[in-house]
């Protein structure tokens, strides 16, 4: 019962940075995208490759979580768009409030995309709302197929969910179509999109549904 209110507490509180995070980018037109998954599933591949097709078409910033490391930061600093590090300091997600540190470090002036990249983890960021305008959930081929059914609040409360690493199914024991029916049976209304960074498979889609979301904000 105590863990109960702790939990609705910390949550209130992270509700209203939410809020703050989201107002700050409505107002500038910036669209936010939260990407959760387990380590490495391929969040900070599947953005290289997103900058590196853009190529400098959109304006886009991101924030790296992280526990300690700023190696994924670097990554995407190559690309030559401004990068904010979290480090959580062995904190497992990320909260609103902490984004609401790093939209300080960011010039938001002209920005079109900004990506968050959440702690390596399926568990607890899925219930820290950081002011997203959409949520993506990463899942990769070599992850098993029991992910979706062990935690489910990672996956229904997700607005795509990208099965990456597509390329390597052949060699795991995952029923593409078994797949798709355990996350439509938690979340009906999402989308699902299967790609590979490596052979470039579903990569157009994957930008095209980015294009839409901006469009429809
Ligand atoms: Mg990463
Ligand atoms: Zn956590």
Redesign the pocket.
């Given at each position: 019962m105590a863990e109960i209110i702790v939990m609705k507490a910390v949550n209130a509180e992270n509700e209203l940075y939410a809020a703050q995070v989201k107002e700050a980018l409505d107002k500038r037109g910036i669209l936010l995208i939260n990407l959760l998954s387990s380590p490495g599933s391929g969040k900070t591949s599947l953005l290289e490759a997103t900058l590196k097709e853009w190529g400098g078409k959109y304006r886009c910033a991101a924030i790296e979580g992280d526990l300690f490391t700023d190696e994924d930061a670097r990554r995407l600093e190559k690309f030559g768009i401004q990068v904010v590090q979290l480090n959580t300091q062995g904190?497992?997600?990320l909260t609103a409030n902490m984004i609401v540190k790093a939209l300080e470090k960011l010039d938001l002036k002209d920005l079109e995309f900004l990506f968050v990249e959440n702690?390596g983890?399926l568990?607890?960021?899925a219930s820290f709302n950081l002011g997203e305008h959409k949520r993506v959930t990463l899942l990769s081929v070599t992850e098993g197929k029991d992910k979706i059914k062990k935690y489910p609040k990672a996956f229904y409360t997700a607005d795509l969910l990208v099965l990456s690493k597509i390329d390597l199914l052949p060699m795991t024991d995952i029923n593409l179509e078994d797949l798709k029916q355990d996350f439509f049976r938690v979340n009906p209304q999402a989308g699902f999109l299967s790609l590979s960074v490596k052979t470039g498979q579903g990569l157009s889609q994957w930008l095209e549904k980015l294009e839409n979301w901006r469009r429809e904000t």
């Amino acid at each position: 019962m105590a863990e109960i209110i702790v939990m609705k507490a910390v949550n209130a509180e992270n509700e209203l940075y939410a809020a703050q995070v989201k107002e700050a980018l409505d107002k500038r037109g910036i669209l936010l995208i939260n990407l959760l998954s387990s380590p490495g599933s391929g969040k900070t591949s599947l953005l290289e490759a997103t900058l590196k097709e853009w190529g400098g078409k959109y304006r886009c910033a991101a924030i790296e979580g992280d526990l300690f490391t700023d190696e994924d930061a670097r990554r995407l600093e190559k690309f030559g768009i401004q990068v904010v590090q979290l480090n959580t300091q062995g904190s497992c997600h990320l909260t609103a409030n902490m984004i609401v540190k790093a939209l300080e470090k960011l010039d938001l002036k002209d920005l079109e995309f900004l990506f968050v990249e959440n702690v390596g983890n399926l568990v607890c960021p899925a219930s820290f709302n950081l002011g997203e305008h959409k949520r993506v959930t990463l899942l990769s081929v070599t992850e098993g197929k029991d992910k979706i059914k062990k935690y489910p609040k990672a996956f229904y409360t997700a607005d795509l969910l990208v099965l990456s690493k597509i390329d390597l199914l052949p060699m795991t024991d995952i029923n593409l179509e078994d797949l798709k029916q355990d996350f439509f049976r938690v979340n009906p209304q999402a989308g699902f999109l299967s790609l590979s960074v490596k052979t470039g498979q579903g990569l157009s889609q994957w930008l095209e549904k980015l294009e839409n979301w901006r469009r429809e904000t």
